[in-house]
């Protein structure tokens, strides 16, 4: 069973950010929107480079978080990791819930390390619980992802404007996979609530800098913060 206890603080901020929304659509208002996506194939030591160079996001360790209080983050996601092949894992942490900041662009590379199976990575407001098939109608995603093969892993960089302060969740489409667990959340904080979740864990707001060590084929250990 999963529980974010800080859930409600960003459920409340929500409804006031979309109390006073507009009706512009320019890409930053509404669901997750993309901008581009970018298929590439990486050797394991290409996806240690961006693993090292990516933003290493604050983690709250209660709610099983990674914060990000900057505007244009880019972080990896591995899908499928060894062992635990119906997850994601962002920074050694399991499905974490995302929080980025209203306004961010995201810059995402999602990664299959599964040598068996497909996997994909699919955003936006997903009714639940997940169909066996889920729906990615007006959702934002990559490519399906062949498995990894011999060395030479399927990815794929995503980028996109994180849209208006709300809660979405972020899941693979291959039939089955979302079901069996391989989802998690994403935030969307206004100023006002990632001031407050920053100054709740005595965070900086300053973005925090690379991670050092790749997360993947290797666990990293992460700064982990309480959240009181
Ligand atoms: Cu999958």
């Not at 890409?27 to 030591?45: D, E, F, H, Q």
């Not at 990674?66 to 092949?85: E, N, R, T, Y």
């Not at 965070?203 to 666990?219: D, F, G, K, M, Q």
Request: hydrophobic letters at 40%; charged letters at 15%.
């Amino acid at each position: 069973m999963r529980t974010y206890p800080f859930i409600a603080l960003f459920l409340a901020a929500a409804f006031f950010a979309a109390c006073g929304r507009s009706e512009k659509t320019n890409g930053r208002t509404g669901p997750p929107s993309m901008v581009y996506r970018k298929s590439m194939r990486l050797s394991t030591s290409d996806l240690g480079r961006l693993e090292r160079t990516q933003d290493s996001g604050h983690f709250l360790v209660s709610s099983n978080s990674l914060v990000f209080s900057g505007q244009g983050p880019h972080i990896v996601v591995s899908a499928g990791p060894k062992g635990d092949m119906y997850a994601f894992r962002i920074q050694s942490h399991r499905n974490p819930t995302l929080v980025f900041s209203e306004g961010a662009f995201v810059t995402m590379t999602v990664a299959n390390v599964d040598p068996d199976m497909q996997h994909s990575l699919f955003t936006g407001i997903v009714k639940m619980p997940f169909a066996v098939v889920p729906d990615t109608v007006g959702m934002i995603g990559t490519a399906m992802l062949a498995p990894d093969a011999d060395g030479s892993i399927s990815a794929n960089e995503i980028a996109f404007h994180v849209g208006s302060p709300g809660i979405y969740t972020y899941f693979c489409s291959f039939p089955a996979h979302a079901r069996a667990g391989m989802w998690g959340t994403m935030i969307v904080a206004n100023s006002e609530t990632m001031e407050s979740v920053l100054q709740r864990n005595k965070l900086s707001s300053v973005p925090t800098p690379s991670a050092s060590t790749p997360s993947w084929p290797r666990e990293r250990k992460s700064k982990s913060i309480e959240l009181d």
